[in-house]
T-cell receptor, first 113, second 111 residues
Framework: GESVGLHLPTLSVQEGDNSIINCAYS??????FIWYKQESGKGPQFIID?????DKRQGQRVTVLLNKTVKHLSLQIAATQPGDSAVYFC????????????FGSGTKLNVKP | DVKVTQSSRYLVKRTGEKVFLECVQD?????MFWYRQDPGLGLRLIYF???????EKGDIPEGYSVSREKKERFSLILESASTNQTSMYLC??????????FGDGTRLSIL
């Protein structure tokens, strides 16, 4: 079956540095990808999404890159702030079942002041 | 802003009890979902619903049932609670092909 995974369970960065969080997926039929942020005691919050017909998408301080050749997704956070400390996870859904998402287990981002 | 409200933040129940977790969304979304979140396992889909009175099993439906009598409300039912159902339960809603919006979760403990 499909699997969505993250390379690093914990990432520590200095405030002001850029952060890169990675995600691998195994289903080549995946068509739509989302990054979520989950702060302690809260539900996941949508950050940014990308469809498979794109390689890159930018938001405010965040960029998502999609490499379909190696089935890899990354989230880049520019000028990381203490408020960015949270667990980040990716989700993907295949073409044949858009209602069903598969979630990675998450990477914890620690921002050091 | 979309608001997904789960009725309880914390809940403690006993083994064998019937447990109801309620979720309400205010954006007229067609799709609603129930997940459980356990450390190291990520979010696992229990059930989802794409319309009133419609439901589909997710990856781990055993021991659970759901009810969607109104578009805005999706209930998760633990028919006979067991200790292995102790977990964080997250409800989400979305339009088709759109990101899911999550509630803040219900931390359920079964003693």
């Amino acid at each position: 079956g499909e699997s969505v995974g993250l390379h690093l369970p914990t990432l520590s960065v200095q405030e002001g540095d850029n952060s890169i969080i990675n995600c691998a997926y195994s289903n080549s039929a995946s068509d739509y990808f989302i990054w979520y942020k989950q702060e302690s005691g809260k539900g996941p919050q949508f950050i940014i999404d990308i469809r498979s017909n794109m390689d890159k998408r930018q938001g405010q301080r965040v960029t998502v890159l999609l490499n379909k050749t190696v089935k890899h997704l990354s989230l880049q956070i520019a000028a990381t702030q203490p408020g960015d400390s949270a667990v980040y996870f990716c989700a993907e859904t295949p073409l044949y079942n858009f209602n069903k998402f598969y979630f990675g287990s998450g990477t914890k981002l620690n921002v050091k002041p | 802003d979309v608001k997904v409200t789960q009725s309880s933040r914390y809940l403690v129940k006993r083994t064998g009890e019937k447990v109801f977790l309620e979720c309400v969304q205010d954006m007229d979304h067609e799709n609603m979902f129930w997940y459980r979140q356990d450390p190291g396992l990520g979010l696992r889909l229990i059930y989802f619903s794409y319309d009133v009175k419609m439901k589909e099993k997710g990856d781990i439906p055993e021991g659970y049932s759901v009810s969607r009598e109104k578009k805005e409300r999706f209930s998760l039912i633990l028919e006979s609670a067991s200790t292995n159902q102790t977990s964080m339960y997250l409800c989400a809603s979305s339009r088709p092909l759109q990101p899911q919006h999550f509630g803040d979760g219900t931390r359920l403990s079964i003693l």
